[in-house]
């Protein structure tokens, strides 16, 4: 029997996915054929420290309404920076979740860290998956696994889930 795999780039703004045939038949589980995400993707960037767990949640509402809010325990800002996404930029978002295999991500995963850990959560509907990272450690093109972590192929997914979401903000003005 012959593998045949059909490679296509999709770009998110500067970033570029490999998608395989098998990836883009998962995008109805991430878009509706209406163009809308199938629900709201939320990036949780969570740093614990002296004062307890504070960062900013990263909120993409199912029909595009981006925004982000900082929060500190269990209080949450109103959103300090927002905009509405294109049909364009949503279907790269789902095409993104689809090429990362979003679903199939761990639940918890990363470095072990015994002092005020950065937790990376992102959240799409059911599904939720947990990046933990030592403290201040940031993620950048360059995060990468400990050598011989044998969820190298979830870091780089997660990773480029995050960065996608970024870029989306890219312009954006921080207080």
Not at 123 to 131: A, H, N
Request: aromatic share 8%; hydrophobic share 45%; charged share 20%.
């Amino acid at each position: 029997m012959l593998l045949r795999v059909l490679f296509v780039v999709v770009t998110c703004g500067a970033l570029p996915v490999c998608q395989t045939t098998s990836n883009r038949n998962e995008l109805p589980k991430f878009l509706t054929p209406g163009g809308k995400l199938q629900a709201r993707l939320v990036f949780r960037d969570a740093q614990q420290g002296f004062a307890g767990v504070s960062g900013e949640i990263w909120t993409i509402e199912a029909g595009g309404h981006f925004s982000i809010a900082r929060f500190l325990n269990e209080r949450t800002d109103a959103p300090y920076w927002g905009r509405d996404l294109t049909p364009a930029e949503l279907k790269s978002v789902a095409e993104v979740l689809a090429a990362s295999n979003f679903l199939a991500l761990p639940d918890s995963f990363g470095r072990e860290s015994k002092v005020n850990s950065r937790l990376l959560t992102l959240v799409f509907g059911k599904k939720k998956s947990v990046l933990a990272l030592p403290a201040g450690e940031g993620v950048t093109e360059e995060t990468s696994p400990p050598a011989g972590d044998p969820q190298t192929i979830a870091w780089h997914n997660f990773i480029l889930v995050v960065r996608t979401i970024q870029a989306l903000a890219k312009d954006r003005k921080t207080l």
